[in-house]
């Protein structure tokens, strides 16, 4: 871990000060997070509003090709950000879907030792099934997670998937409806942010795929 103080790699305070155009806001986002070391940036509980940008900002910015949409982070602790979706401002709350106990710090920790001893990067073994089948259950903890704080009033929710990225999410917009049937009475709306794709499961299913992110992912 990092000898720099967290405060100095915490958002700046324009990032809260403002509504931003999506695209511009996360080009921001990156380039600060690009800054930051890769095990702080995943480690440090104080860094998450680091993380919480990004996926907002990737969102923001996925929405923005089919809608009129800025965004504005939030410094209290509810809700995470707010969206403003042609003219309507929507309270969203963000939460991870990851495996359980995973921690990514020491991913990239083992990775840097590796490469300081000149060793080639280490070879993981990945099976895009096995992949698929995690994400599902890590969704679902996470949507229970959120619904259990019983928030009032409810915000529209925001789940990023932070497993590997597809090409196609394992389930259709139909299956993903039903994943999430349980908590539709505990949330406006309920989204997936899986890659480049923000998929709505409830109500009125879609799925978006950006079209102009590839520069900025």
């Keep these: 871990m990092s000898n720099k103080r967290a405060s100095e790699y915490q958002p700046p305070p324009e990032w809260f000060d403002r509504w931003w155009e ?3 806001f996360f080009t921001v986002v990156r380039e600060h ?13 104080e860094l998450q509003p680091l993380r919480e940008a990004y996926a907002a900002g990737l969102f923001a910015t996925i929405l923005a090709e089919e809608h009129a949409v800025s965004l504005r982070l939030q410094r209290e602790r509810f809700p995470d950000f707010d969206l403003r979706i042609d003219d309507q401002v929507l309270p ?17 920790r083992g990775a840097a030792r590796r490469e300081a001893a000149g060793f080639p ?6 099976d895009p ?11 679902k903890r996470a949507i229970a997670e959120k619904a259990a704080k019983r928030y009032k009033p409810a915000p529209y929710l925001l789940v990023y998937v932070n497993f590997w990225l597809f090409d196609q999410p394992p389930l259709t917009t139909d299956q993903f409806a039903g994943l999430v049937s349980r908590w539709r009475d505990q949330f406006p709306e309920i989204w997936l942010l899986w890659g480049a794709k923000a998929i709505r499961c409830w109500p009125n299913p879609v ?5 102009s992110l590839p520069d900025l992912l």
Excluded at 121 to 126: L, N, R, S, V
Excluded at 129 to 139: G, H, M, Y
């Design 121 to 126: 990067p280490k070879i993981e073994e990945f």
């Design 92 to 108: 969203f709350e963000l939460v991870e879907a990851d495996r359980p106990g995973r921690r990514r710090g020491d991913e990239y």
């Design 207 to 211: 799925r978006l795929a950006a079209r």
């Design 129 to 139: 099934q096995l992949e698929e089948k995690a994400a599902i259950p890590a969704i």
């Design 33 to 45: 997070n690009q800054q930051v070391p890769e095990v702080d940036f995943f480690e440090r509980a």
């Design 22 to 24: 999506p695209k511009e």
